[in-house]
């Protein structure tokens, strides 16, 4: 287990069995819970959606609403806040009331260094519910903006660190010319002590990857709209998107974070690798060591079978 010496995590080695064992993606049934800052783009509540609508293998346990900040929230707080009243939003169009005692508010602000948590109900919940997993048997991790919750409960309790699988969409990637992607670069603090601690990692990098998880109007029209509430909510809000952040005729969408959803579901969704863990810069870089644990790295997704998947879940929902 790692254990935190100052502002050091003492290294896990690359072989280590029990590291490896929960790298590998799960067959059967896994519990999760997610960390989403759900206000922030449309792509969050398509995750929130997919993921409710994959109850047969991934067992929600409860939702954390992240921090964000930029033209929609006033500041951290205020976008965490719009971000857990849109997943109360979104709990309500899919007729899941009975999920909301399981939503928790998160951090709000990012960590001032790497050794200070941001006290919040999301940290404190996932440094306790984590305790109830084992190396063996992991809570699974997935997280869809700024990892300040995540490192926090960490920070809090390290001994969660062989207990869970974070799989995050995070950074760009490796042959981007820059990783001042959003969910890292809102919190680099804590994005570097979750490639550092030793747990086990899954990345999903955005652009010059999931990138390319695009969908249109037309092809949601034709699958989506008049399927039920959920539905017409999604695509609605997803065209409204796609108009605002593009001038031309021919607009497209990326939907990021439905790829952390279609790790856990199918091997044939993603191809991905294991490398040496890589160290996020506050420069907007990454740095390479490669004696390093390791840590799964995704560099193609097969867009249109999650889309296939996602499509097929949602429009028969309810």
Not at 135 to 164: C, F, H, Q, W
Not at 290 to 303: E, F, Q, S
Request: with cysteine.
């Amino acid at each position: 287990m790692e254990q935190k010496k100052g502002t050091q995590w003492v290294p896990k080695k690359q072989e280590d069995p029990g590291l490896l064992a929960r790298l590998s993606r799960p067959t059967g049934p896994v519990d999760v819970v997610l960390d989403t800052d759900t206000y922030n783009e449309i792509d969050d509540q398509f995750a929130v959606s997919y993921l409710i609508c994959s109850a047969e293998k991934l067992h929600l346990q409860a939702i954390y609403a992240a921090p964000f900040f930029n033209e929609k929230s006033t500041g951290p707080a205020d976008g965490m806040e719009k971000s857990y009243q849109e997943i109360l939003n979104i709990l309500t169009l899919m007729g899941k009331d009975e999920l909301k005692k399981s939503v928790y508010k998160g951090s709000t602000g990012y960590l001032p260094d790497e050794e200070t948590a941001v006290e919040s109900p999301a940290a404190a919940d996932l440094a306790v519910r984590a305790m109830n997993y084992t190396p063996e048997k992991p809570l699974y991790v997935l997280a869809i903006g700024a990892i300040t919750n995540v490192a926090s409960a960490i920070l809090k309790n390290p001994d969660i660190i062989d207990r869970i699988v974070i799989v995050w969409l995070g950074g760009n990637a490796l042959h981007w010319p820059e990783n001042k992607e959003f969910n890292l670069y809102q919190d680099v603090a804590a994005a570097r002590i979750i490639f550092e601690c030793g747990a086990a990692l899954v990345q999903l990098p955005c652009s010059g990857v999931v990138s390319e998880v695009t969908t249109t109007g037309p092809e949601l029209d034709a699958y989506l709209k008049g399927k039920n509430r959920l539905c017409d909510y999604l695509v609605s809000t997803t065209k409204t998107e796609g108009r605002r952040c593009s001038n031309e005729l021919a607009w497209s969408r990326v939907i990021w974070d439905i790829t952390t959803v279609a790790w856990l579901l199918d091997e044939r969704f993603m191809e991905d690798y294991l490398m040496p863990s890589l160290i996020p810069e506050y420069d907007g870089h990454y740095s390479v060591d490669p004696k390093r644990h390791l840590m799964r790295y995704v560099y193609h997704v097969n867009r249109d079978k999650v889309f296939s998947d996602l499509f097929t879940k949602l429009a028969n929902f309810g």
